[in-house]
């Protein structure tokens, strides 16, 4: 049969795993991955798991990666958490936390962390 639902505590920081991918832009790879399930006060490192090889100032592809293991706090629903990633490039570029400064009315250049609410089954 199907899992049983998981009982969690609003507030309460359980253990989740992310995966997702990422691209820089202008060549320049993709170093690091960081995952927040905090709103940035704990960061953890994501595994990239494919593209990690591109040549420098060549990489244009989207490069892969997963976190197996990140703190993430409950919602006050009992059964979500919002999780947050941005993406380093080989330059230290880093994406902002938000499009506050940048937004545009054409929206063009929001590179702000991805924000996804997930369901915890």
Known sequence: GG???????????VMVKASGWAWAGGGRKV???????NDGASWSNGDITL???QPHGRAWAWVFWECPAVPAVVCED??????????????FNSQ????DGIWNV???ANNSWFRLRHRVV
């Open 3 to 13: 899992g049983e639902k998981k009982n969690m505590v609003p507030g309460e920081t």
């Open 31 to 37: 170093v690091r991955v960081d995952v927040t399930g």
């Open 51 to 53: 593209g990690s090889n």
């Open 78 to 91: 009992g059964t979500s958490v919002e999780l947050s990633c941005k993406a380093v490039d080989s330059s």
């Open 96 to 99: 902002p936390g938000s499009s």
């Open 106 to 108: 054409r929206g063009l």
